[in-house]
């Protein structure tokens, strides 16, 4: 590889931008989606961008089965270990009884009150976007049933 092209390489994996990585590697702005693309298919500097994505995984701890049980961990969650609800509204419990698997899928907790609004707002991570990631992933063949159409067991 030339030395731009290694350069390349660098600047793609600071925000996985090849277009913007070729203006910052010196290429010209007008033309740099089309190098880019040039540049992406290349074989060493494919290679290249493979072997330093899996050193910085591994220097981050980053593997599949890490990857696998955060998928996991929001898709599994159970609100019931959240909080607690009923007709005279809805109770977080203690920080300290949430398990760390569930602590994991929550997206962020507010305190509505000072917008004039009861109780505590919980928002856990996209469920359904994990599921399916995991399917994906797993190579699982899972049909979304039919909006509109009643299942029965």
């Known amino acids: 590889m030339t030395p731009r092209q290694q350069f390349f390489v660098l ?22 989606r089309c190098q880019s ?26 593997t599949e089965e890490r990857v696998l049980e955060e998928y996991a961990r929001i898709a599994f969650a159970d609100m019931r270990l959240i909080a607690d609800w009923g007709p005279e509204g ?16 929550i997206a962020f907790i507010a305190d509505m009150t000072a917008q004039r609004r009861s109780g505590p707002s919980v928002k856990t991570f996209d469920k359904r ?7 994906r992933i797993l190579g699982l063949n899972v049909v979304e049933p039919a909006r509109g159409t009643a299942h029965h067991a």
């Open 11 to 32: 600047e793609y994996l600071i925000d996985l931008n090849a277009s913007q990585a070729a203006i910052r590697a010196g290429y010209r702005p007008s033309n740099s």
């Open 90 to 105: 809805v109770w977080l419990k203690e920080s300290s009884e949430v398990p760390d698997d569930t602590a994991a899928a």
């Open 129 to 135: 976007k994990a599921l399916e990631c995991l399917a």
């Open 37 to 62: 693309g040039q540049l992406l298919r290349r074989p060493q500097i494919a290679n290249a961008i493979r072997v330093e994505m899996a050193e910085r995984a591994k220097r981050c701890g980053i």
